[in-house]
């Protein structure tokens, strides 16, 4: 319970705070956003292709881990299975793009306006089922996906085992402020954009009312419902929201990579997706982008430290991860400020 609440509290501590620990834009932090996305603009320009996809494969994760957080570290409702929504969203897009022939930037909000409701429709039945029965449920359908999507009646659309395949589009325009851009790079910024535009929407979501009535569901349910909170509206509307913020992220994954196929979201993805979001932080915004650097690297280092056995190295690493810094990444790097401020506060006394 320590860990859900590392960030989120049912009322504002202070007036600098909203809703779950949610910081109200100050100078301060809005001139720290500007330059770490202007810095994010710079980065595609500076380094590799392959290292332009892994950056992108980074922001597209974190899209996806932000929704999972929504659900289960704000909402407290376990979801072992969010890679189906995530299948989905990547499904949607290459339909669109393969045999609509719709561009691909209209794929995404069409990707994510069907898992908004697929989501809050599997929202709706999940209501009666809580804490380790919900997350069998949800594990159901991440393992179920994958073998609709070989259906044999449904080929036509998802191409069985096959999958589809996409073309990169090209940039718009061949250069930007003189600066040459190819698919990756222009990708990358797309896929900037769209991040940056989900993760003010989290944002404002979470430090409203919904943000409020959210945290007061995980945190004491029956007294949210006394209060005049329909638990069942904001519970199946968590888990739609949620879905939507994966679809989104799906949707983008099958642009960037340019393939879908059912073996590429099996329910090692929700498991992962769910490691992400333990890793950087649960009930924390900014922990999606640590989570998912966390699973967009770390299998590399565990593969370039073993060959022969990488997954041992991967789990050796997390549960180092878990044994340093059992809050996440976030809490860490906020007990070592507190820390700091600490140290500030007794030196200036002493002084």
Request: aromatic share 12%.
């Amino acid at each position: 319970m320590e860990a859900l609440t590392s960030e989120a509290a049912p009322l504002p501590a202070a007036p600098a705070q909203a809703a779950g620990g949610v910081r109200d834009w100050s100078p301060r932090w809005v001139l720290a956003s500007v330059l770490l996305i202007l810095l994010a603009c710079a980065l595609p320009f500076v380094i590799s292709n392959y290292r332009v996809f892994q950056a992108t494969m980074v922001l597209i994760y974190a899209i996806a881990l932000l929704g999972l957080n929504l659900l289960t570290g704000y909402n407290g409702q376990i979801s072992l299975g969010h890679g189906a929504f995530y299948a989905i969203g990547a499904y949607v897009a290459a339909i669109m793009m393969d045999q609509m022939g719709l561009p691909y930037w209209a794929t995404i909000p069409a990707a994510g306006a069907v898992c908004l409701v697929a989501g809050f429709l599997f929202g709706l039945p999940a209501l009666r089922l809580e804490g380790v029965y919900l997350a069998l449920a949800t594990f159901a359908l991440g393992v179920a996906l994958p073998q609709l999507l070989k259906y044999k009646h449904l080929e036509h659309f998802t191409g069985g085992v096959q999958g589809i395949s996409l073309i990169k589009p090209d940039p718009p325009f061949a250069t930007l402020f003189g600066l040459k851009l190819n698919p990756d790079r222009w990708l990358y910024l797309f896929t900037l954009m769209v991040t940056v535009l989900m993760f003010v929407l989290g944002w404002n979501l979470l430090r409203g009312r919904v943000g409020r009535a959210l945290i007061a569901i995980r945190d004491q349910p029956i007294a949210a419902a006394t209060m005049g909170i329909n638990n069942a509206l904001y519970k199946s509307l968590a888990f739609g929201v949620s879905a939507m913020f994966t679809g989104v992220a799906g949707a983008l994954g099958a642009i960037a990579v340019a393939f879908v196929a059912p073996d590429s979201f099996t329910i090692f993805l929700s498991i992962t997706f769910v490691v992400g979001m333990v890793v950087g932080g649960l009930a924390s915004i900014t922990g999606a982008f640590w989570g998912a650097l966390f699973i967009q690297f770390i299998p590399n280092i565990a593969d370039n430290i073993s060959k022969a056995a990488p997954w041992a190295i991967y789990g050796a690493l997390m549960i180092a991860f878990m044994y340093v810094m059992p809050t996440g990444i976030v809490g860490a790097i906020r007990l070592a400020w507190l820390r700091l401020q600490r140290k500030r506060g007794r030196d200036n006394t002493a002084a």
